[in-house]
């Protein structure tokens, strides 16, 4: 499973990146807003800014909601680098504009997922990833990993290309779920993904592996 890190945050993605395990970025209108990137020269500097720190795929999310106007922007978007994957909502206009862009070379990430009729589309119209949105999903009492466990038994039963990447991820066993049932790609908080490292009986192991070496080179 590829890991991608769910932010905009400059360090985070630096710190994910130096662990060695990072695959690619999302990030989407609200996770730049949150670190103050405002504006359209600045968000388009900082798209540019995370491609030179991550090797790998970066979603950047289209604001227009109109063919024409998702068309104009995921072009101006995918030129900035080979990296950009374009990020445009599962609505009709947003399908039509991914057909359009697989046809032409340009990747996509369709957002906004919410039930397997929708992957199911977005995989027809040939996107190259599809973000299901499991954390959201399960905020409302819904379980989020049933609708990944569906999009994997629908895209296996054909040849889709299309990349299952789990987002609206919350915390490490969604990783691990995600992983279990085969998601191609999970992205998730730099915590989340952090929380992967930690087992307390690694902790007292090594403590006392560093205590006992300790003891016989005084
Ligand atoms: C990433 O592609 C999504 O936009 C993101 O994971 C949504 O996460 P949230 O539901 O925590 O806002």
Excluded at 184 to 196: E, F, H, R, S
Aim: glycine share 8%.
């Amino acid at each position: 499973m590829k890991f991608f890190i769910d932010t905009a945050n400059l360090d985070e993605i630096r710190e994910a990146n130096d662990l060695g395990i990072l695959d690619g970025v999302t990030t989407n209108p609200s996770l730049m807003a949150k670190e103050g990137i405002t504006g359209q020269d600045n968000i388009i500097q900082h798209y540019i800014d995370i491609c030179q720190i991550v090797d790998g795929p970066v979603s950047a999310e289209v604001i227009a909601t109109d063919f024409d106007g998702i068309v104009r922007e995921g072009k101006e978007l995918a030129a900035l680098h080979k990296n950009i994957v374009v990020k445009v909502p599962m609505i009709g206009e947003g399908i039509k504009a991914i057909k359009h862009f697989s046809s032409n070379g340009i990747k996509t990430n369709c957002t906004l997922v919410f039930s397997p009729g929708q992957a199911l589309l977005a995989a027809k119209s040939g996107a190259t990833y599809i973000s299901p949105f499991l954390g959201r999903l399960d905020d409302i009492s819904t379980n989020g990993l049933d609708l990944i466990a569906q999009i994997r038994l629908i895209y296996n039963n054909y040849t889709f290309d299309t990349e299952i990447l789990a987002a609206s991820v919350r915390h490490p066993m969604h990783i691990i779920n995600c992983a279990e049932i085969g998601s191609d790609v999970c992205t998730a908080p730099l915590k989340a993904i952090k929380a992967l490292l930690n087992h307390p009986l690694t902790d007292s192991g090594l403590e006392k592996f560093l205590a006992d070496y300790a003891k016989g080179n005084v």
